[in-house]
Nanobody, 123 residues
Framework: QVQLVESGGGAVQAGGSLRLSCAAS????????RGWFRQAPGKEREFVAA????????LYADSVKGRFTISRDNAKNTVYLQMNSLKPEDTANYYC????????????????WGQGTQVTVSS
């Protein structure tokens, strides 16, 4: 099992940037792919981005391509989500999740989840 803790959320104006972090503990952290998902009030949880266990493969939702970048530092047991050109529709609680090795775009494919960090973008 992997324990995940997100940080870096906050309130920004449209066009601003934030960098989310997901710190992990537990066995064989480096063997797990990591995904970011988000959930706004009254909406279903949606996929944002994912990165494979070794960082060679990434996957993004169409809504964030060109604006968000996912990366990882296995030496620090941390995955990052750099969010630029933020829009009000990016407002949500952002969750980090883990699955074995390869990227996945569905929440059902991930088995460990963090508690989330809130991102609020004002217009």
């Amino acid at each position: 099992q992997v324990q995940l803790v997100e940080s870096g959320g906050g309130a920004v104006q449209a066009g601003g940037s934030l960098r989310l972090s997901c710190a992990a503990s537990g066995r064989t952290f480096s063997m797990y792919a990591r995904g970011w998902f988000r959930q706004a009030p009254g909406k279903e949880r949606e996929f944002v981005a994912a990165i494979s266990w070794n960082g060679d493969s990434t996957l993004y939702a169409d809504s964030v391509k060109g604006r968000f970048t996912i990366s990882r530092d296995n030496a620090k047991n941390t995955v990052y989500l750099q969010m630029n050109s933020l829009k009000p529709e990016d407002t949500a609680n952002y969750y980090c999740a883990a699955r074995w090795r390869t990227v996945g775009g569905k929440a059902s494919e991930y088995h460990d989840w963090g508690q989330g960090t809130q991102v609020t973008v004002s217009s």
